[in-house]
T-cell receptor, first 113, second 110 residues
Framework: DSGVTQTPKHLITATGQRVTLRCSPR?????VYWYQQSLDQGLQFLIQ???????AKGNILERFSAQQFPDLHSELNLSSLELGDSALYFC????????????FGSGTRLTVV | ELKVEQNPLFLSMQEGKNYTIYCNYS?????LYWYRQDPGKSLESLFV???NGAVKQEGRLMASLDTKARLSTLHITAAVHDLSATYFC??????????WGAGTKLIIKP
């Protein structure tokens, strides 16, 4: 157990729907990062939050949004889902700016049918 | 813009052999990370290299960093099947973001 908790582990939904993925960072970590990994692909950085504020944005679609709450957990909202959104979504956390690396959660496998 | 290149992207090798994965990056950084990912699983941190000349070893894996050459290597000694996985390197840029390599898929045959 890495200390980063992601729920749900698996999600199957239909095209056009909206889902919310949840992440609780490791205790004491202030930064949360969201990544998308399609089948046999590399990691695509989506967005970072630091202590409740958006810190950096990657290749995140307009249909996707995220936030970090005062208790530091984060949610990634995916709307108007398309088949191509099927992927593993990882959350990672770090103490500060990530100087000692990130700790990853176990991921949420999203399947859009 | 920092770019990170790993090679090879795919490596199939026999147990007992030695091999090296290379991670090159394009601009100055002194922080480099190696992660391992098993199929469908999460990423596990292997090594954090924080200075020029840093060398770290864990079991059959050894990682090193040459910041002047902008190169890190992950060396596998006497490979065993359990080391089959995808290995990613990541480099921290000036904005404190990790820039990831594409990953090296390593298959070790018994």
């Amino acid at each position: 157990d890495s200390g980063v908790t992601q729920t749900p582990k698996h999600l199957i939904t239909a095209t056009g729907q909206r889902v919310t993925l949840r992440c609780s960072p490791r205790s004491g970590d202030l930064s949360v990062y969201w990544y998308q990994q399609s089948l046999d692909q590399g990691l695509q950085f989506l967005i970072q939050y630091y202590n409740g504020e958006e810190r950096a944005k990657g290749n995140i679609l307009e249909r996707f949004s995220a936030q970090q709450f005062p208790d530091l957990h984060s949610e990634l909202n995916l709307s108007s889902l398309e088949l191509g959104d099927s992927a593993l979504y990882f959350c990672a956390s770090s103490i500060g700016e990530g100087g000692y690396g990130y700790t990853f959660g176990s991921g949420t496998r999203l399947t859009v049918v | 813009e920092l770019k990170v290149e790993q090679n090879p992207l795919f490596l199939s090798m026999q147990e007992g052999k030695n091999y090296t994965i290379y991670c090159n990056y394009s601009t100055t950084s002194d922080r480099l990370y190696w992660y391992r990912q098993d199929p469908g699983k999460s990423l596990e941190s292997l090594f954090v290299l924080l200075s020029n000349g840093a060398v770290k070893q864990e079991g059959r894996l050894m990682a090193s960093l040459d910041t002047k050459a902008r190169l890190s290597t992950l060396h596998i000694t006497a490979a065993v099947h359990d080391l089959s996985a995808t290995y990613f390197c990541a480099v921290m840029d000036s904005n404190y973001q990790l820039i990831w390599g594409a990953g090296t898929k390593l298959i070790i045959k018994p």
